[in-house]
DNA sequence: CGCGCTCTTGACTAGGGTCAAGTGCAGTGG
DNA sequence: CCACTGCACTTGACCCTAGTCAAGAGCGCG
């Protein structure tokens, strides 16, 4: 019940705004959804592959990420959280989680407070609707993660990439038309677009050196981000950011 | 109220089986959640990329898969459907689709009935529980394809399809421990794992050659389906197939 | 001061894509 | 009944993208 006032929107608030405007009611039900407030260091493993019982989050500052290894070690990054993204819902219901979740900054996150779900499909369905969306939306970018490691080549992929993540910061108000902080390391990122670090390296070398996007202490600054989109086919209409649906 | 008298349980039934035990109000409530039966040819495409105000199934028989196309007109097929899935019931929440949906095979479905949706989470939980459960799956699958596809070479890749598609097969009683009946294409089966039809045909030989398996006139054979499974490393915790959770 | 990590670059290799040609059907129409 | 077309599958030859190996630079930290 922390209603003291509700200051600027948290990135959640503000994300889930995108698809419909919230009440006074269903803000409320979405806070008390969340545990207390917990910060956690960089590079701590929240949630491990194999894991029985494990939890999910919110995921308030700084940035996360999910990943799967593989017997050989590798490992597959499937997905990066930023402020505002959920951590480990999509897997709440399996019996054990089937990927870990790291830390990549200092993080502050709520705890999803599992046991009030169900009462906000009861009490409050438009905010189960907002979070289902969310949890939608989540998928849909997985799904054209997959496509990109799929079918693009390591340029496409990459500026495909960039180009999302800088769509998803501005989404909750980080970053700018054309730069935002990124902490991931060449050898994340790499692990994130299914391919070697060194390989990674010669491509943002490409496109630094034909004017397209620049990535050096961990931030991402777009030189011509209307070519670069187009060059690729950049269409980020499974972002679903059509403004609030109203009902 | 179809309640003649449960005969054998339709294939989505098992497989909700397989995560609890589902009581006579939830297999009445699963039952309406889902229209009259419908029967569409092969080939026919049931929901678009881009589509507005898409709908979602229930598949009975048959196969099906889902898909995105870009722009220089190759594909990638996200997910195959065989009996007992969903389609389209993730991105349900979406305003446009971001994916396609054709029917592999002539098929039996079943429309999900939205808007009873609610009413199931509020009437029957557990039946609720178990369809996010169901979905949960689902997308535990397309992450696990994400890493094949970003991590694991041609042969890994394919040995691994082929081996979960048989899991799920015999998941919903379709299929015996060595072979199951699939009807995908060659060039289907590339388009789903991120290579070429002529690259596949090419490590099919080889799966054959090393007496692996064998796919041939629709039917998926193991012809050492131990070795092959440890060959790559397949471990199929991430389908969660326990056996019933009794709460 | 040295260790470890990230980043960078070059040289070489190989996995998988491209191109091309050919086989074996199943369907269709003369 | 047979040509003709189209599709799925096969195989070979060649090439290119991205992986591997190796070495070095810059930097933060104990």
Same mark, same amino acid.
């Given at each position: 019940m922390s209603s003291h006032k509700p200051a600027a929107p948290d990135a #959640? =608030?503000? !994300? &889930?705004?995108?698809? &419909?405007?919230l009440g006074r009611e269903e803000l409320a039900m979405l806070d008390e959804l969340q545990g207390p407030r917990t910060?956690?260091?960089?590079? !701590? @493993? $929240? $949630?491990?592959?194999?894991?029985?019982?494990h939890a999910a989050y919110v995921l308030r500052e700084g940035w996360a990420c999910s990943y799967k290894r593989l017997i050989d070690g590798s %490992?597959?990054?499937?997905?990066?959280?930023?402020?505002?993204?959920?951590?480990?819902? +999509?897997?709440l219901l399996l019996r054990t989680s089937d990927q870990?979740? $790291? =830390? #990549?900054t200092d993080v502050e996150v709520r705890r999803v407070v599992t046991s009030k779900l169900w009462d906000a499909f009861r009490k409050t369905p438009r905010l189960a609707g907002a979070l289902?969306?969310? $949890?939608? %939306? *989540? @998928?849909?970018?997985?799904?054209?993660h997959l496509v990109s490691i799929g079918r693009r080549d390591a340029l496409? %992929? =990459?500026a495909h990439f #960039?180009? @999302? #993540?800088?769509? +998803?910061? %501005? &989404?909750?108000g980080r970053g700018s038309h054309d730069s935002y902080e990124c902490p991931l390391s060449q050898s994340m990122l790499a692990d994130a677009l299914g391919m070697t670090a060194i390989h990674l390296n010669r491509v943002l070398r490409q496109l630094r050196e034909s004017n397209l996007l620049v990535f050096r202490e961990g931030v991402? +600054?777009?030189? *011509? +981000? @209307? !070519? &670069?989109?187009?060059?690729?086919g950049f269409d980020l209409s499974y972002l679903d950011q059509g403004g609030p649906v109203l009902d």
């Open positions: #959640l =608030t503000q !994300k &889930l705004g995108t698809f &419909l405007a910060y956690i260091p960089a590079g !701590k @493993e $929240v $949630v491990y592959q194999g894991q029985h019982g %490992r597959q990054i499937i997905d990066i959280g930023v402020p505002g993204d959920f951590l480990g819902l +999509r897997s870990s979740f $790291v =830390t #990549l289902l969306w969310a $949890v939608s %939306r *989540d @998928e849909a970018m997985v799904v054209e496409a %992929r =990459t #960039l180009l @999302e #993540l800088g769509a +998803r910061m %501005r &989404l909750v991402v +600054r777009f030189i *011509d +981000r @209307e !070519k &670069l989109a187009d060059m690729i």
